[in-house]
């Protein structure tokens, strides 16, 4: 099977890999060359710059690199994908922050470069950011699996601990917790322990913009940080410690992915059913219908609209494949590729800039794999056979 890559939506820093940086508010194909023979394995954004992981463990990269967030050892903008060359070790799994990015290898070390102001990349106070990679000293065993947030990371490591690094939700949690100190995980530079967990099997990660959120072996989901938005379902404002989610919330299912957009979470059980919360302003969370009783779309809902409830998306029942940006989501389910949330660069991939309230069907594509950057998207497809290209033209 022959493959392309397609991205749309923001595109100020060539983050789309199509060698301009001209926002698309529909799929185009993008540059491949570096590519060459390569599989693609796993497609991750940032901020304004994008990650392609190949199945040997390769890493290509383009868009925004002013902090060096692209590994190549300057801090110029990639217009289209390149080789990350100064790799020496395979690649399992990549997670990007809004201009830093960590790797973690086969042998479960992390890599880190990119922005350093808050702390972000886990060694020390110094260097402010690198275009180099840098390994995170801090982790003194293998690491499972990373996590980056807007300023923040994590990592789950081989003895079931969760660490935590960078200052990205300090000032919240100062001005929730005062006049009360600020645990030591939300205030270091370096990998930190994070408590609450000692009795749990933590397995995955993930992160928004200030929040964490930790899946257990056992199926139940812990999340602490902000919860200004709902994001950790209802509660206090802050959460200085992993708190856990009550399962009856999802009917009392057990979680096998998670997912975190800045301020929203999503969640598939092991049933396969979708459940969204957290920030709803964009339509994010997938839960409006498309129309009301008129026929009528529906107005955006207030800034700061939000649901701190559970609520399952059933369109997306049995997805094998989600991915969040800050704002809007990408699902494969059934092989058809489904957007929704933001849209203001076009990133929801149905040509216009408006927001898309629930699932939508982004036609012409045959998904494998999709990835999202904060304002941008991706998506990894089969190439059509010729018999059905020539099908598609006698239905046009």
């Given at each position: 099977?022959?493959?392309?890559?397609?991205?749309?939506?923001?595109?100020?820093?060539?983050?789309?890999?199509?060698?301009?940086?001209?926002?698309?508010?529909?799929?185009?194909?993008?540059?491949?060359?570096?590519?060459?023979?390569?599989?693609?394995?796993?497609?991750?954004?940032?901020?304004?710059?994008?990650?392609?992981?190949?199945?040997?463990?390769?890493?290509?990269?383009?868009?925004?690199?002013?902090?060096?967030?692209?590994?190549?050892?300057?801090?110029?903008?990639?217009?289209?994908?390149?080789?990350?060359?100064?790799?020496?070790?395979?690649?399992?799994?990549?997670?990007c922050g809004w201009d830093f990015t960590l790797l973690l290898s086969v042998?479960?070390?992390?890599?880190?470069?990119?922005?350093?102001?808050?702390?972000?990349?886990?060694?020390?106070?110094?260097?402010?950011?690198?275009?180099?990679?840098?390994?995170?000293?801090?982790?003194?065993?293998?690491?499972?699996?990373?996590?980056?947030?807007?300023?923040?990371?994590?990592?789950?490591?081989?003895?079931?601990?969760?660490?935590?690094?960078?200052?990205?939700?300090?000032?919240?949690?100062?001005?929730?917790?005062?006049?009360?100190?600020?645990?030591?995980?939300?205030?270091?530079?370096?990998?930190?322990?994070?408590?609450?967990?000692?009795?749990?099997?933590?397995?995955?990660?993930?992160?928004?913009?200030?929040?964490?959120?930790?899946?257990?072996?056992?199926?139940?989901?812990?999340?602490?940080?902000?919860?200004?938005?709902?994001?950790?379902?209802?509660?206090?404002?802050?959460?200085?410690?992993?708190?856990?989610?009550?399962?009856?919330?999802?009917?009392?299912?057990?979680?096998?992915?998670?997912?975190?957009?800045?301020?929203?979470?999503?969640?598939?059980?092991?049933g396969g059913r979708v459940f969204t919360w957290g920030r709803d302003d964009?339509?994010?969370?997938?839960?409006?219908?498309?129309?009301?009783?008129?026929?009528?779309?529906?107005?955006?809902?207030?800034?700061?609209?939000?649901?701190?409830?559970?609520?399952?998306?059933?369109?997306?029942?049995?997805?094998?494949?989600?991915?969040?940006?800050?704002?809007?989501?990408?699902?494969?389910?059934?092989?058809?590729?489904?957007?929704?949330?933001?849209?203001?660069?076009?990133?929801?991939?149905?040509?216009?800039?408006?927001?898309?309230?629930?699932?939508?069907?982004?036609?012409?594509?045959?998904?494998?794999?999709?990835?999202?950057?904060?304002?941008?998207?991706?998506?990894?497809?089969?190439?059509?056979?010729?018999?059905?290209?020539?099908?598609?033209?006698?239905?046009?």
């Open positions: 099977m022959e493959f392309c890559l397609h991205a749309w939506g923001a595109n100020s820093y060539g983050q789309l890999g199509q060698g301009h940086v001209e926002d698309r508010a529909a799929p185009q194909s993008s540059d491949t060359a570096a590519l060459h023979s390569r599989t693609a394995r796993a497609v991750i954004g940032g901020g304004g710059h994008t990650v392609l992981l190949t199945e040997n463990g390769e890493v290509l990269v383009c868009g925004n690199n002013h902090r060096g967030q692209l590994g190549l050892g300057h801090t110029a903008n990639v217009l289209t994908f390149h080789l990350c060359s100064s790799l020496s070790q395979r690649v399992k799994s990549v997670a042998c479960g070390e992390v890599l880190a470069c990119g922005s350093n102001s808050f702390g972000q990349l886990g060694v020390g106070e110094t260097p402010s950011h690198s275009a180099n990679l840098l390994r995170v000293k801090g982790l003194k065993e293998p690491v499972l699996s990373v996590a980056a947030g807007l300023r923040h990371s994590l990592a789950v490591t081989g003895s079931a601990r969760v660490y935590q690094w960078g200052t990205g939700l300090f000032r919240q949690a100062k001005r929730a917790l005062s006049p009360q100190s600020v645990p030591p995980h939300l205030n270091s530079k370096v990998p930190t322990q994070v408590p609450g967990l000692d009795h749990e099997t933590p397995h995955t990660v993930t992160a928004g913009s200030a929040h964490c959120v930790c899946l257990t072996v056992e199926g139940d989901l812990f999340a602490w940080g902000s919860n200004k938005f709902g994001q950790l379902t209802p509660g206090e404002p802050f959460q200085c410690c992993p708190t856990r989610l009550d399962r009856s919330l999802l009917d009392g299912d057990k979680v096998m992915l998670v997912w975190s957009g800045w301020t929203h979470v999503v969640a598939q059980t092991e964009y339509g994010q969370l997938g839960q409006t219908a498309a129309t009301d009783h008129t026929g009528q779309k529906p107005e955006r809902r207030s800034a700061g609209a939000s649901v701190s409830r559970p609520a399952e998306v059933k369109l997306l029942c049995g997805a094998t494949q989600i991915a969040c940006g800050s704002e809007h989501n990408l699902a494969i389910v059934g092989g058809r590729l489904l957007s929704w949330g933001w849209n203001e660069h076009g990133m929801c991939g149905d040509g216009t800039e408006v927001d898309v309230p629930q699932p939508r069907l982004v036609p012409s594509l045959r998904p494998l794999l999709v990835g999202c950057g904060a304002g941008h998207s991706v998506a990894v497809c089969a190439t059509k056979t010729k018999e059905e290209e020539e099908e598609s033209d006698l239905r046009l």
